[in-house]
T-cell receptor, first 114, second 113 residues
Framework: DVKVTQSSRYLVKRTGEKVFLECVQDMDHENMFWYRQDPGLGLRLIYFSYDVKMKEKGDIPEGYSVSREKKERFSLILESASTNQTSMYLC?????????????FGNGTRLTVT | GESVGLHLPTLSVQEGDNSIINCAYSNSASDYFIWYKQESGKGPQFIIDIRSNMDKRQGQRVTVLLNKTVKHLSLQIAATQPGDSAVYFCAENKKTSYDKVIFGPGTSLSVIP
């Protein structure tokens, strides 16, 4: 089974801090994604990457950046955390096949910014 | 029990009954559809998928039906069990656009013992 591991289940940070959320997958998947999940808004795509050192903006990239130095690791960075970034963050991966395949999600990081 | 569209976010069913969760998708160009299950405190987990060249696909206790004419997707769970209690999301995707996954708002299924 694919395993997508997010380094922290819960994080509490202060406004203005730089925050790193780490994600590692163990199935050699080409594609990796960062979503945030908020009540009433569902899952929204922040950034994704289809290859090492490649990144693409999703629907809500403002206030975030990403890093993919190795194939298995995809990091989400909050440059200066704000209270409206309090959310559940979900990392996902999928193989880079010709046809679409399901996303494999981690168990999420619940971030609170105070 | 049956949910109606995207505006009924909760569904309660008796243990042992069949559950039907409905989803109206938005993009007529979507050709790949997925159902995910999200249990409390966990990330979404893949249940079953279907491509647009099919109108029905069965898994273990689950069936997905696709009606492209009215852009409607449903998930049927047979003999619902307490472990099926979760939020269920439908998702749609267009071939070659793996980044453009559109998730539905989810339906919360509660199983009454």
């Amino acid at each position: 089974d694919v395993k997508v591991t997010q380094s922290s289940r819960y994080l509490v940070k202060r406004t203005g801090e730089k925050v790193f959320l780490e994600c590692v997958q163990d199935m050699d998947h080409e594609n990796m994604f960062w979503y945030r999940q908020d009540p009433g808004l569902g899952l929204r795509l922040i950034y994704f990457s289809y290859d090492v050192k490649m990144k693409e903006k999703g629907d809500i990239p403002e206030g975030y950046s990403v890093s993919r130095e190795k194939k298995e690791r995809f990091s989400l960075i909050l440059e200066s955390a704000s209270t409206n970034q309090t959310s559940m963050y979900l990392c996902a991966s999928s193989p880079g096949t010709r046809y679409n395949s399901p996303l494999h999600f981690g168990n999420g990081t619940r971030l609170t910014v105070t | 029990g049956e949910s109606v569209g995207l505006h009924l976010p909760t569904l309660s069913v008796q243990e042992g009954d069949n559950s039907i969760i409905n989803c109206a998708y938005s993009n007529s160009a979507s050709d790949y559809f997925i159902w995910y299950k999200q249990e409390s405190g966990k990330g979404p987990q893949f249940i079953i998928d279907i491509r647009s060249n099919m109108d029905k696909r069965q898994g273990q206790r689950v069936t997905v039906l696709l009606n492209k004419t009215v852009k409607h997707l449903s998930l049927q769970i047979a003999a619902t069990q307490p472990g099926d209690s979760a939020v269920y999301f439908c998702a749609e995707n267009k071939k070659t656009s793996y980044d453009k996954v559109i998730f539905g708002p989810g339906t919360s299924l509660s199983v009454i013992p």
